[in-house]
């Protein structure tokens, strides 16, 4: 800035320290009602079922040993490989449910770093929050139901899956090579039941309630339990609406004329909005700016708007698209032929030893789900030494006792096909073609 008159470098400098001093007092504003020691509902949020084995040396909070345990867990693994949207498991640049859930961990942090939030609590809910998705992403959500409402007269949604595999089902090995439940903490399953981002809403506030979370009987009934869930919860649809237009313009699903809408809808805002990483920042700055304690988790009006408009595209033109017709049709094709070829094998308290004589005709099928259920069945006499071996292994609840009702079957095979990827559910069915 040279040959700059000195009067105009002071008023750029007055101008700095005022911008500085404006970020200062804007940021850390829910400090105060973060999910921290002095939170007057602190030991309910960091409440487990079960106490968790402790190591002397270790330094991570509650939320932090949460955070690392689901990274750990294998429900987590498998979302590399299962759809978030477009069915493409041979294109390495389609975006996967894994990704996603990076995504969501990305734009829910810096929100709370700024808002002086528990950032550790946010990533542990961010990460966790789709754990309960079945393969084929949406589709196979909409079959699962379909098939848990006639044979068990209950509704099925990712939410409630996700907080009953990160409950009941999802296991971890101890420093004894025990396997058990991942026992997380009230919060991080708070936010992973109520993370529902496909209701249109704003100034989300947490809930004064600190239900019993086997209450909530559909999705978004209720708002999270604490400011972070909040932010995990509006993040989760900013995330998604940027990187599905993205996914959507690389396989040619967009016209000229869709895109041409897009950078209108982009450039409402902001005229030099050229893609959808643009206006993701600019979202999460206008939550960073519009949010406060009386408002809620919120964006301003033009914000909220641009945001709806985009939504209102996205199901037009890519989640309507005809062209991902054959992919539900194959989708549909997949999960119900395997829960059909699973459910003509049952056999009250003999089912595993029944699975294990069809393991010879469909070894991957039958034999791995055999070894699977032996896990959460308590294991009779009669059945295998195998079996017997991994039940004994396995300290967690035995949610399928002896299998001595077909429900609790069912529920086994509608649990072991939701953790499915989509590369595994193709292999067994697969499997089911050879003849």
């Not at 408002?295 to 005809?322: A, H, M, V």
């Amino acid at each position: 800035m040279n040959g700059t008159p000195p009067f105009v470098l002071k008023h750029i400098e007055i101008i700095d320290i005022h911008r500085k001093e404006h970020k200062r007092m804007n940021s850390n504003r829910f400090e105060s009602a973060a999910a921290n020691a002095d939170n007057p509902v602190w030991e309910r949020l960091i409440q487990r079922e079960n106490q968790l084995y402790h190591r002397n040396d270790d330094v991570r909070s509650e939320f932090g040993r949460d955070f690392t345990r689901i990274l750990h867990s294998l429900a987590y693994r498998r979302l590399k490989h299962k759809t978030q949207v477009f069915f493409n498991v041979g294109n390495d640049h389609i975006c996967t449910r894994m990704e996603h859930v990076s995504h969501v961990e990305s734009v829910s942090s810096t929100i709370a770093n700024y808002l002086g939030l528990n950032s550790e609590l946010t990533k542990a809910i961010a990460i966790g929050h789709d754990l309960g998705h079945a393969p084929f992403g949406h589709e196979g959500e909409i079959i699962i139901r379909e098939i848990s409402k006639q044979y068990l007269k209950e509704d099925f949604w990712h939410e409630r899956n996700g907080l009953r595999f990160v409950d009941k089902v999802e296991l971890l090995e101890d420093d004894y090579k025990n396997s058990r439940n991942l026992n997380l903490t009230y919060a991080v399953r708070d936010g992973i039941i109520s993370h529902c981002g496909e209701v249109d809403e704003n100034g989300i506030k947490p809930r004064k309630e600190l239900l019993d979370l086997e209450e909530f009987t559909k999705a978004g009934q209720y708002q999270p339990a604490t400011w972070e869930g909040c932010v995990v919860k509006i993040s989760d649809k900013i995330a998604y609406i940027g990187r599905d237009i993205e996914d959507a313009i690389r396989l040619n699903f967009l016209t000229a004329e869709n895109k041409l809408q897009l950078q209108e809808m982009a450039r409402a805002i902001d005229e030099k909005a050229i893609n959808t990483t643009v206006i993701m920042h600019n979202m999460i700055i206008d939550i960073c700016n519009s949010s406060s304690i009386e408002s809620g988790i919120c964006l301003s009006d033009k914000f909220l708007n641009q945001l709806d408009t985009i939504k209102e595209f996205n199901y037009r033109y890519i989640y309507g698209n005809k062209k991902l017709e054959p992919f539900r049709k194959y989708s549909k094709l997949v999960i119900n032929e395997i829960f059909r070829a699973l459910l003509e094998v049952y056999d009250g308290g003999n089912t595993i030893n029944e699975l294990r004589r069809e393991e010879k005709e469909y070894p991957e099928l039958m034999g791995a789900f055999a070894k699977w259920l032996a896990r959460y069945c308590d294991i009779d006499l009669s059945a295998s030494k195998g079996a017997h071996a991994i039940s004994e292994s396995s300290r967690n609840a035995k949610i399928y006792g002896r299998l001595d009702d077909q429900a609790l079957y069912i529920q086994a095979i509608l649990d072991y096909i939701s953790g499915m990827t989509d590369n595994y559910a193709i292999k067994v069915f697969n499997e089911l073609l050879t003849y």
